[in-house]
């Protein structure tokens, strides 16, 4: 990376950029760039908004929707020994572009993985944003090492914070479609999704999905983070994650620049008391039990709007803010039984219907010809524990007491002999 760009082990991101002036020069320098985003966005983001009604849902394949971010470098071993733990069938891991001598070092990793589902996110920086030659060199490379073993691109991430080098959406569109030309004329068979743009920023969506640059999607990838201080069912701007999902989905239906594939590809909450390793300041951060609450109602609800055909856990091992603790050993956060429990009654699940009456959720799925609910509330009540339910806890426990406690953590609720 150049000098000016630093990467922090810690938080597994790049530093904020320090030198002001650069900033300052480099925006004026893209500002035209800069009005086109906010052009595009004055006219598709109402226009869109109006839509969402109107958009269909899809039939999900839920064996792959449930996908983990992982590090194929952290603790190889034992990454490989809690996949196979967890029994998750879809892997996102991240390849630097400046560092191409580990390309190997990655192929081996997905080689050990077996038959799972690899999703690669190709991250950028300044030198590959800026020389497309050394882009389109380097990216030969990786596709035709990885032929056959990899089963879809995300080109690019975090593509609206100057620190990860883009300062322009055009500066992403000429990325992208250095990519695509490559696709187009070595490797017709690479699926490339795009454009990563993180948070609730659909201003910058909007100019990825709607310009004049000749390429095109296999699929729409989103950071879609919500507010790190809340559930997934708090509101910023009015919207909920619900919301959030309807309109980036209507959207990626409208754009002629893609096909009607939505990935959330980078999903997690900063754990309190863990800085260095936090992604964020100790303020945004929460404790444990809640981060595993927040994080499977987030699954949850993007399940229910049959709109994303994955969402990622950023990611198995990362003390500030993943699945494993791995700074003195390899100890596994409450979240990691959740998200296994999670995987053991959803992974094969048929959406049904999702309910919601003042701030109580029902989730209703079909499982092995068994009918699930899926029970949390935003605000503490009770549910009578009657004879004909089969009851487990987040964390798989069965629970037989005759008066169920509804709240933040989700109950697993089968119902014995339902006349499907």
Known sequence: MQKIFKWDEYSDQPYQIKDKNYKKKMRKKEFSSLLKTFLTALVVLPFSLMLIPFVKRKTLDTKNFFTLGVDFQREPQETLKLIDELKVNSLLLRFKLWEMENLKELKNFILACGDKQITLKIIQDRDHIEDLELLKTDLQTIFSTLDGHVDIYEMGTTINRAKWGFFSVDEYNRFFKTAYDLKKDKFPHAMLIGSGVIDFEYHFTAHTLFNFFKYHYDGVSSLLYVDRRGSPENTQLGFNLSDKIAWLSTMVWLSPKTKNRLYITEANYPLSNTAPYAPTSEFECIDLDS????????????FASQQVDFV??????????????????IKKYPAFQTYKTMLKHLKNAQFLRLDIKRG???????????????????KKTALKNEDFFEVYSKDDKLIQNGVLNIGSSPLYIYIKDAKL
């Open 312 to 329: 990622s856990w950023h990611q198995l091992i990362a003390p500030g803010y993943g699945l494993v603790d791995n700074r003195k050993g």
């Open 360 to 378: 109580y959720y029902i989730l209703q799925c079909l499982v092995d010809e068994k009918l699930l609910q899926i029970h949390w509330s935003l």
């Open 291 to 302: 981060y595993g609450d927040f994080m499977l109602r987030y699954y949850l609800l993007s």
